[in-house]
T-cell receptor, first 114, second 113 residues
């Protein structure tokens, strides 16, 4: 059972455009939603994260939008740059108990064309 | 401060062979994790540890064993490797599993023939 569904699988955006990646979750006990960025040959690294008590969080060009009622959250990359080309993973975890660790989406391969 | 390190970086095994992957962290984190990454599958949790001497099963534990004898080290063992265990393995650590950032190592690419 996939608890975090991520789309699209791949995305091509022109330099300067907006990249949007979406995720949906099923487990209402999830209460921490990070996005990880992974470059080829490297481990994932935390990009930005949100908790369900806010609907939006912005850090520089990166914004998470969170819709608790729809159980969806998305990553927006404004003014996308070639250096943003990477694989992005959404994830979720539950502070209240159950399995530890993060539940990841399947990833989105983002290419920013110059 | 090296963060999270993994050894080896690459390994090729024959079916039935055994090996141990080593993860080390120098951030004094309590929590450590082993994930596997397969194309189109994201990262899936194999085992995790909430402190020295403790381990627990994750989503895909079958065929793997782990040990956490020292706080800074987390070992992943494959007793009898199978081609289905061909994957990239990532170790991670965190100060707290309660919604805290996980720091990932660079990964180990394992091929089982």
């Amino acid at each position: 059972q996939q608890q975090v569904k991520q789309s699209p699988q791949s995305l091509i955006v022109q330099k300067g455009g907006i990249s949007i990646i979406n995720c949906a979750y099923e487990n209402t006990a999830f209460d921490y939603f990070p996005w990880y960025q992974q470059f080829p040959g490297k481990g994932p690294a935390l990009l930005i994260a949100i908790r369900p008590d806010v609907s939006e969080k912005k850090e520089g060009r990166f914004t998470i939008s969170f819709n608790k009622s729809a159980k969806q959250f998305s990553l927006h990359i404004m003014d996308s740059q070639p250096g943003d080309s990477a694989t992005y993973f959404c994830a979720a975890s539950n502070r209240g108990g159950g399995a530890d660790g993060l539940t990841f989406g399947k990833g989105t391969h983002l290419i920013i064309q110059p | 401060n090296a963060g999270v390190t993994q050894t080896p970086k690459f390994r090729v095994l024959k079916t039935g062979q055994s090996m141990t992957l080593l993860c080390a962290q120098d951030m004094n984190h309590e929590y450590m994790y082993w994930y596997r990454q397969d194309p189109g599958m994201g990262l899936r949790l194999i085992h995790y540890s909430v402190g020295e001497g403790t381990t627990a099963k994750g989503e895909v534990p079958d065929g793997y064993n782990v040990s956490r004898l020292k706080k800074q080290n987390f070992l992943l063992g494959l007793e009898s490797a199978a081609p289905s265990q061909t994957s990239v393995y990532f170790c991670a650590s965190s100060y707290s599993y309660r919604g805290g950032e996980q720091y990932f190592g660079p990964g180990t690419r394992l091929t089982v023939t």
